[in-house]
């Protein structure tokens, strides 16, 4: 099952935090579900050059934080902090369409907050981004897969690695899947810290897809963070009630 299935969603609650973080109510669930796609599905295609790792959509009443994480920063924040102001008129504009189109009144009050990438070969994204990038250059999918094998694994945090290419490599008439793999990959433990992502590049003779696995040793409960420290705080009952 453990190879099936999303490792990131395989880990849910255990290990791997929600990226929407919010309680709704049920009759408005869809209508900020789909919400949530839309500004996902913007921001990638708007900030693609900027290699975004990840998008949390938090919500509290009427505030709404979208926090993006990105290797490069400095693409989404511009000179002066313009791109960032930009950016947050229009996901504020498509926010609002949208809720104007299925019908819900109440506005949010917005914020964008940006923050680096820590270690890029250690964040599958990123990796799976950049041979996207590279495949859509016409490179040799087996130069840019052992490449990008070779710098992540010389990153300290990663303990080891797997990239899949899939599609017509090299123009052949017949799709088939290439792997490269380096170290462990323990896909059934629920404990190991593994990094998934996907990608697609658009090549002249159809659409690759890439997907990428690192993996950077367990977790252990006192290393693990507080993914459910905000429920807990909602739970704990109250003396002063």
Same mark, same amino acid.
């Given at each position: 099952?453990?190879?099936?299935?999303?490792?990131?969603?395989?880990?849910?609650?255990?290990?791997?935090?929600?990226?929407?973080?919010?309680?709704?109510?049920?009759?408005?669930?869809?209508?900020?579900?789909?919400?949530?796609?839309?500004?996902?599905?913007?921001?990638?295609?708007?900030?693609?050059?900027?290699?975004?790792?990840?998008?949390?959509?938090?919500?509290?009443?009427?505030?709404?934080?979208?926090?993006?994480?990105?290797?490069?920063?400095? *693409?989404?924040?511009?000179?002066?902090?313009?791109?960032?102001?930009?950016?947050?008129?229009? *996901?504020?504009?498509?926010?609002?369409?949208?809720?104007?189109?299925?019908?819900?009144?109440?506005?949010?009050?917005?914020?964008?907050?940006?923050?680096?990438?820590?270690?890029?070969?250690?964040?599958?994204?990123?990796?799976?981004?950049?041979?996207?990038?590279?495949?859509?250059?016409?490179?040799?999918?087996?130069?840019?897969?052992?490449?990008?094998?070779?710098?992540?694994?010389?990153?300290?945090?990663?303990?080891?690695?797997?990239?899949?290419?899939?599609?017509?490599?090299?123009?052949?008439?017949?799709?088939?899947?290439?792997?490269?793999?380096?170290?462990?990959?323990?896909?059934?433990?629920?404990?190991?810290?593994?990094?998934?992502?996907?990608?697609?590049?658009?090549?002249?003779?159809?659409?690759?897809?890439?997907?990428?696995?690192?993996?950077?040793?367990?977790?252990?409960?006192?290393?693990?963070?507080?993914?459910?420290?905000?429920?807990?705080?909602?739970?704990?009952?109250?003396?002063?009630?």
């Amino acid at each position: 099952m453990s190879r099936k299935i999303n490792p990131k969603l395989f880990r849910l609650g255990i290990t791997k935090q929600w990226d929407s973080r919010w309680f709704p109510k049920k009759k408005t669930l869809p209508k900020i579900l789909e919400e949530d796609f839309k500004i996902r599905e913007f921001l990638k295609k708007k900030l693609k050059p900027a290699g975004i790792e990840n998008i949390i959509i938090e919500r509290l009443g009427n505030e709404l934080s979208i926090n993006i994480t990105t290797a490069r920063p400095g *693409v989404i924040i511009g000179r002066g902090g313009k791109g960032i102001d930009d950016l947050t008129k229009e *996901v504020d504009s498509l926010i609002n369409k949208h809720r104007k189109t299925v019908g819900l009144a109440e506005k949010v009050v917005l914020s964008i907050n940006i923050s680096e990438v820590k270690s890029p070969t250690a964040s599958a994204q990123v990796v799976a981004n950049l041979i996207a990038e590279d495949l859509e250059k016409r490179t040799p999918f087996r130069k840019v897969m052992k490449r990008m094998i070779d710098q992540v694994s010389k990153n300290k945090e990663v303990e080891g690695v797997k990239i899949r290419v899939s599609g017509r490599l090299g123009g052949a008439d017949i799709a088939r899947s290439e792997h490269l793999e380096w170290g462990k990959m323990p896909l059934q433990t629920l404990r190991a810290d593994i990094d998934f992502a996907m990608a697609r590049a658009i090549d002249t003779y159809g659409s690759l897809g890439i997907k990428v696995w690192i993996y950077k040793g367990q977790v252990f409960e006192e290393d693990k963070s507080d993914i459910n420290k905000g429920l807990g705080e909602i739970l704990r009952p109250r003396s002063d009630i």
